[in-house]
């Protein structure tokens, strides 16, 4: 019982910093409808700036975090402004290479930089633990647990009553109608970019002072999938749920299926999942039910 | 300063797609305060030329005037925010949201704080929210009827209301120039009359200009104040209902001769 507690507790954690870095990749398909592959490229970069400039520069920490955030933001628009601009109209498969190459391009470029050894991330939060019925709960989690429900927090204010935000949502949802209320299109994408990749950014911040800073960090680009295909591609409720899901799938898996199956059974069982609900459900969980007619 | 007595003028207006030559060599003066219809066949060029004006399309050669200013080569974003606010064909709106939210994007047009400034404000931006809402409901549901559905979600409205709903989100952004793409197309009388009697009104209180595209030849022939007749992507007509009813060539290419025995009789009846 107090395993399965802890078990629970792990992997719901995880599960909000993956429902984070979801929110960050479908926000992107919505908006453009590109399927972007190097979320979790921006997600290990931007942990690393982070470390950078903290072990590297001796920047205290928030103030990193900060600097970080504004770096990632800017990859972000530079991502959008010099390449995915010109690719407009161009076939999906293209695009999703390109990102594939852009994320290829910031892995090389982090592996050139910080190496491929592990690197221990500086804490971030002052030492805080929780006693809940007897079981305990560790500074760590309670900490990035907070914090990224704080941000989806923060993220569903804005979308619901900002301005920005709600402009954000007309443009996903009827560019042309937009366009005639005066909202530029390219504003609006350029913008969703610089959010995604800092979103990503802090979800990496907190994987990254849960385990440990390694340059595979961006292999978490591809758990996202079953995380967003599970809630719907174009749902953002759907990624904040999809995420604890497969947080909660992982973990549990990890501990009571894994040893059965032998190796490393939690590192999949989100795709096993993601098949079987994908054979009841072809659309995810919340997603628009898409009827082309030829 | 002297206001232009032309609302908009376009001047010899072409546009190509591939081959196919969709405007050729197009002039027009809309008059401030006009209502001002643009008639045709199918595939005249009459939206084309409308969404070279909202800049949708990029046309050729050819100058777009608005208000004494040369539009030419505005983005649309850039367009709308001069004052220019239109109506679509087949309804474009914001379907997963609700008919206020959708109304509510009209205000930035006239956003002059940014989000960041919206969020430091908190209260002036509780005071603009309500200012904004008042406004909506008095001059834009209360005119058109919308109020007691203002809260429901788009995509669950029926055809005749979202093409209301549609005229609502172009008048969110408080134009000054009103395009109205087939606004009454798919519509049965009783809807057609109560569309017309809501379009004058709003003309009439707001001091609009609209440009009107409309194959309902008794509301276009009641209504406007200019027509121009389009075909092939060129105008072939214009003046005043009474002259171009009576030109043979518009009743050869368009109206055609029924229409006309249909007019005489009604005529000779009064």
Redesign the interface.
């Known amino acids: 019982m107090n395993l399965l507690v802890q078990v629970l507790i792990a992997g719901i954690t995880i599960g909000s910093i993956y429902s984070l870095i979801a929110i960050g990749f479908v926000l992107i398909f919505k908006s453009s409808g590109v399927i972007n592959f190097a979320q979790g490229s921006l997600v290990m970069v931007g942990a690393f700036i982070t470390y950078a400039f903290v072990t590297q520069f001796k920047v205290p920490i928030l103030l990193s975090i900060l600097i970080t955030f504004l770096i990632s933001g800017a990859i972000g628009m530079i991502i959008e402004r010099f390449v995915l601009r010109y690719l407009t109209g161009v076939s999906l498969i293209s695009i999703i290479m390109v990102t594939m190459g852009i994320s290829f391009i910031m892995d090389g470029g982090a592996l050139a930089t910080w190496g491929s050894s592990n690197f221990t991330f500086p804490s971030l939060f002052p030492p805080l633990s929780l006693l809940l019925g007897g079981i305990k709960i560790s500074s760590i989690y309670l900490w990035s647990f907070i914090t990224s429900i704080l941000l989806l927090v923060v993220f569903l204010l804005f979308f619901k009553y900002?301005?920005?935000g709600?402009?954000m949502?007309?443009a996903a949802?009827?560019q042309?109608?937009?366009?005639?209320?005066?909202?530029?299109?390219r504003k609006v994408l350029s913008l969703t970019w610089a959010i995604s990749a800092v979103v990503a950014t802090a979800g990496g911040i907190l994987l990254a002072s849960i385990s440990a800073l390694h340059v595979n960090l961006s292999y978490i680009g591809l758990i996202v999938f079953p995380v967003v295909i599970l809630g719907g591609l174009d749902s953002i409720a759907g990624a904040v749920v999809g995420g604890f899901i497969v947080g909660v799938l992982e973990a549990v898996s990890g501990v009571y299926i894994a040893p059965l199956l032998g190796g490393a059974f939690q590192q999949v069982a989100a795709f096993a999942f993601l098949l079987i609900i994908l054979l009841i459900k072809p659309y995810g969980l919340f997603g628009t039910k898409e009827i082309e007619r030829l | 300063m002297e206001i232009a007595q032309h609302h908009l003028e376009i001047h010899n207006l072409s546009l190509n797609f591939g081959g196919v030559q969709a405007l050729n060599r197009v002039d027009l003066k809309v008059k401030r305060g006009s209502l001002f219809s643009l008639i045709g066949p199918n595939g005249a060029g009459k939206t084309s030329l409308i969404n070279c004006i909202?800049k949708?399309y990029e046309p050729k050669e050819g100058k777009i005037i608005f208000n004494d200013r040369e539009i030419t080569h505005f983005?649309?974003?850039e367009v709308?925010?001069c004052g220019v606010?239109?109506t679509?064909q087949n309804i474009?709106?914001?379907?997963?949201?609700t008919v206020l939210?959708n109304l509510?994007?009209?205000?930035?047009?006239h956003?002059r704080s940014g989000?960041l400034a919206?969020?430091a404000y908190l209260g002036k931006a509780k005071r603009e929210e309500k200012e904004l809402e008042e406004f909506i409901d008095r001059e834009i549901l209360g005119f058109l009827g919308l109020t007691p559905i203002k809260n429901w979600v788009v995509a669950t409205l029926p055809y005749g209301l979202q093409k209301r709903i549609d005229l609502a989100?172009?008048l969110?952004?408080k134009p000054e120039f009103l395009i109205l793409d087939e606004p009454v197309a798919g519509m049965n009388r009783e809807e057609t009359q109560d569309m017309i009697k809501h379009i004058l009104e709003i003309k009439k209180a707001w001091g609009l200009t609209v440009l009107l595209i409309e194959h309902h030849m008794e509301v276009v022939m009641n209504i406007s104040d200019w027509i121009v007749v389009m075909n092939f992507g060129e105008k072939i007509a214009e003046g005043p209902p009474e002259a171009v009813q009576k030109n043979p060539e518009v009743i050869r290419i368009y109206l055609g001769h029924s229409y006309m025995e249909g007019q005489q009789g009604r005529e000779g009846k009064s």
Not at chain 2, 92 to 97: A, H, P, T, V
Not at chain 2, 104 to 109: E, M, T, V
Request: no cysteine; proline share 6%; charged share 25%.
């Open positions: 900002s301005k920005m709600l402009a949502r007309a949802d009827n042309k109608a937009a366009v005639t209320l005066g909202i530029s299109p | 909202s949708f983005r649309p974003h709308a925010r606010s239109r679509f474009e709106l914001f379907k997963g949201m939210d509510k994007l009209g205000r930035h047009i956003l989000p919206g969020m989100r172009a969110s952004s």
